[in-house]
């Protein structure tokens, strides 16, 4: 896997809204992102949409600066090279009802520029990967709500982006789907920083090569799935400098699925008890685990 | 006697008792060791024969070569998609796929098959044509009930003249309307923009502006020569069928407007904007400032019942308004080029649908 940075972000502050209704989705945050994939997980309003938004150069930062490629998002003579590598599926999106299938992914080809040459091939890769080959001569407003999505999954990675921002990807999908999903979502990080907003433990469990815990429009945990569990098996204490510890020996017995969640709650908590200044928790690693493979804590 | 005969009968035409082939004939035909002239009158045979038809498929089946053969074949013929009927084949050419098709092909003749299509597709040209054709039909509806010419002048032709500077700046809105929140999708990729945004105005202006014009002339070719007010500067006795001309200007400025606010807002909420500004500046005085003979429904119609109306769309079209409508299209176009970077970008709508993303953080 590789090292380098993909995604940059320091001191992220986004506002929306105006007058009274103004709040801050996003304040303070900082994170730095590399190949693989990284699940953003937190409570409903902690800002990930939002963050997901910014990261996908439609929402543009109130202050704070992110580079992504090495590239700075408000710089508008490179804003087109870098949406090049961008792939981005919103939580909600709409879509030409007449389409079809192939045109609505073939439309988002020739969106992303991809060379005409190879656009056929790259939009048959990409409905063959969200299993939509079979379907693709229906009408888009034809499709059930898992076939939207994804549709709309094969419409983010036509164009092979470097930088790929899932929000929510598998809401609606049944369990097969996800399943396959998330051996997609790997075989894509080999090379991309993948970004999967998410409320599915399994999606972690399953997907994720790391972690990103937010809270209040900033983050408050990073780290492995595996360290999210332990810290959910063992028990979490910190000073409030970011410095974590885990007490207890744990319970061998516990799923992984069920201690990551134990480890989810676990931080939130501590991180609302530490409020806002508090600088992010660094999960430990369990001390077999290999660094960013998920399964590795799964028979522990 | 439909049984099959295995012993081949030496008078195969006036017998009585038909001849069939025999095993080892069909065995031979099987893996093609007959000769042709043999090949051929087996064939024959074997056409208007069911139970020699019958005996050949149970020899190929026992025949391991063929067996392969036929398996290959079958998956292939299975593989391909059936042929379509000819009457679909006909309805689909009839229909818009056939516009569609052809626009790709005359796209792909001019090395562009994408552009032309994703930019076309989305662009909602079907709505601008319908919106031509409505005020058309309800121009040339009041024409034949009322009898009234169809010079701004007079009759209720001045709605016509009201609408139709508008309707690019309707088919701008649609054209960004669309789906609905598709924007988000396409505000990531590289092509959004002021590109992207341009090109679909473009199709929607080369699509409106000759259809409104071709409706105007259709409507107005009934009229005498133009009337005073309208009559540019050192153009008199310009025939009535060239008055819509006078719309291109408001048109193209109406639009340039629209995009240009659209650098602010939401593209199809500054259309609106536009055109709701468009209309209450010409149809409220319009319609508030009657004369009083209009008051009467049976009246409402009628020539005589909209003077000022007519009068007040004259004045905003026509001679000293063309230039004021020159220089508002090319300060809209000033504003769009320098601006030209905010298309890229999420706008803050005016029902903060966008802002907020839905509310969900």
């Known amino acids: 896997m590789s090292e380098q940075v993909l995604v940059e972000v320091s001191d992220l502050a986004v506002v929306l809204g105006r007058g009274k209704k103004q709040r801050r989705a996003v304040d303070g945050l900082d994170l730095r992102l590399g190949a693989g994939v990284h699940g953003l997980l937190g409570p409903n309003g902690a800002g990930k949409t939002t963050l997901v938004r910014v990261l996908a150069t439609v929402l543009p930062p109130s202050s704070g600066d992110i580079s992504l490629l090495g590239v700075d998002v408000r710089d508008v003579r490179r804003r087109r090279e870098l949406r090049r590598q961008i792939g981005y599926l919103p939580q909600a999106f709409g879509y030409y009802p007449r389409f079809t299938v192939r045109e609505f992914v073939e439309y988002f080809a020739w969106l992303k520029e991809v060379p005409a040459a190879r656009a056929g091939v790259a939009v048959d890769t990409a409905l063959e990967r969200v299993g939509l080959a079979d379907r693709a001569g229906d009408r888009m407003k034809s499709l059930s709500g898992g076939m939207l999505r994804r549709a709309g999954v094969a419409q983010a990675l036509v164009n092979d982006p470097r930088v790929l921002l899932l929000d929510e990807p598998t809401a609606g999908l049944d369990p097969e789907q996800r399943v396959a999903f998330r051996s997609l979502l790997r075989e894509l990080a080999l090379d991309a920083a993948v970004v999967v907003s998410t409320h599915l433990v399994e999606d972690v469990a399953g997907a994720c090569t790391h972690v990103v815990l937010m809270e209040a429009g900033r983050v408050v945990a990073t780290g492995t799935p595996a360290g999210l569990a332990e810290a959910g098996r063992r028990g979490l204490v910190h000073d409030g400098d970011g410095v974590c510890g885990l007490v207890g020996s744990g319970s061998a017995d516990d799923g992984l699925a069920s201690a990551i969640e134990r480890g989810y709650t676990g931080v939130l908590r501590a991180a609302r008890v530490s409020g806002p200044g508090a600088a992010p928790v660094v999960l430990p690693e369990p001390a077999a685990s290999t660094s960013g493979a998920p399964t590795s804590a799964a028979g522990a | ?361």
Request: hydrophobic share 55%.
């Open chain 2, 1 to 361: 006697m439909s049984a099959p005969q295995p012993q081949p009968q030496s008078q195969p035409s006036a017998s009585p008792q038909p001849w069939h082939a025999s095993p080892a004939l069909l065995v031979a035909y099987t893996l093609g060791r007959l000769s042709a002239a043999d090949a051929w009158s087996a064939e024959a045979h074997l056409v208007s024969c069911p139970s020699c038809r019958a005996e050949l498929g149970r020899i190929v089946d026992d025949v391991d070569d063929t067996r392969d053969v036929l398996a290959l074949a079958r998956t292939r013929v299975l593989s391909q998609p059936p042929p379509a009927p000819a009457a679909q084949r006909l309805g689909q050419r009839a229909a818009s796929a056939g516009l569609r098709r052809a626009i790709v092909r005359v796209g792909a003749r001019s090395g562009a098959p994408w552009h032309l299509r994703w930019v076309v597709r989305p662009a909602s040209l079907g709505a601008v044509a319908l919106a031509v054709a409505a005020a058309t039909a309800f121009a040339g509806i009041s024409h034949v009930v009322v009898g009234a010419t169809n010079s701004p002048t007079s009759g209720t032709a001045w709605l016509l003249w009201l609408l139709a500077p508008a309707v690019p700046v309707a088919g701008v809105a649609l054209s960004g309307l669309g789906a609905g929140d598709e924007l988000e999708l396409e505000l990531a990729t590289p092509s959004a923009g002021w590109r992207l945004v341009l090109w679909r105005a473009l199709a929607v202006v080369v699509t409106a502006v000759p259809l409104a014009l071709l409706a105007g002339w259709v409507t107005a070719s009934l009229t005498g020569p133009a009337p005073p007010g309208l009559v540019p500067p050192g153009t008199s006795g310009v025939s009535g069928a060239w008055l819509p001309v006078l719309w291109l200007l408001p048109a193209l400025a109406l639009t340039a407007t629209a995009l240009a606010l659209g650098t602010w807002l939401v593209l199809w909420q500054a259309a609106a904007v536009v055109g709701v500004v468009w209309l209450l500046v010409v149809g409220v005085p319009s319609l508030v400032l009657r004369t009083p003979s209009s008051s009467a429904v049976g009246s409402a119609l009628d020539s005589s019942a909209t003077p000022f109306a007519s009068a007040w769309v004259v004045h905003l079209i026509s001679g000293w308004a063309q230039p004021v409508w020159l220089l508002v299209l090319a300060a809209a176009v000033v504003v769009v080029v320098v601006r030209r970077d905010a298309f890229g970008t999420v706008k803050p709508s005016l029902t903060a649908r966008w802002t907020t993303g839905g509310g969900e953080a």
